[in-house]
């Protein structure tokens, strides 16, 4: 099962159609941390991480993850955690996503395994298919609605791929 982004506003899964948004700037074949790009390429899925205080009943073909007030994925390339889950402490000097938002963006995610298993710094950190509610541009994920997500989530498994073009 491959998750096909066609262009920078529609998602296709077999013979189904979604809206999704991408990164500001559009896609990007040599992807930068900070750039706002979509990189283009085929990645493997990971997790799904989701807030169990907002998502009720949930389950996946692929594994889940609580999204718990300390955890972030950390963007800073000079550290030796950069693009990975972390624990978030009070005097954490390295530059992260916080996972526990107050808005709605990361009550549901699924880890895109973009430069994820051989880490390379600066090629971009943190991108996910995360929720939308007004399919306004991101900062390099994919998000869709959580309907959408929902839908979505039920025909993946864990060989599931993102092909992004």
Not at 42 to 49: C, N, R
Request: charged residues 35%; hydrophobic residues 30%.
């Amino acid at each position: 099962m491959t998750i096909i982004i066609k262009n920078k506003e529609t998602l296709l899964i077999n013979d189904f159609k979604f809206k999704c948004s991408i990164g500001r700037k559009g896609f990007s074949r040599h992807k930068k941390e900070g750039d706002s790009k979509t990189p283009i390429g085929t990645f493997k899925l990971g997790e799904i991480y989701y807030r169990r205080d907002r998502v009720k009943k949930f389950t996946s073909k692929l594994k889940t993850i609580i999204i718990k007030k300390n955890m972030g994925w950390c963007d800073d390339p000079k550290s030796k955690f950069y693009n990975r889950l972390i624990r978030i402490r009070k005097n954490l000097k390295i530059s992260h996503e916080k996972l526990f938002r107050k808005d709605s963006k990361y009550d549901l995610f699924i880890l895109v395994k973009y430069n994820y298993k051989k880490t390379y710094k600066n090629r971009g950190s943190a991108i996910f298919l995360h929720l939308t509610k007004n399919y306004s541009p991101t900062k390099g994920c994919i998000a869709v609605q959580k309907n959408d997500f929902l839908i979505i989530n039920k025909l993946i498994n864990k060989n599931s791929k993102i092909k992004i073009t």
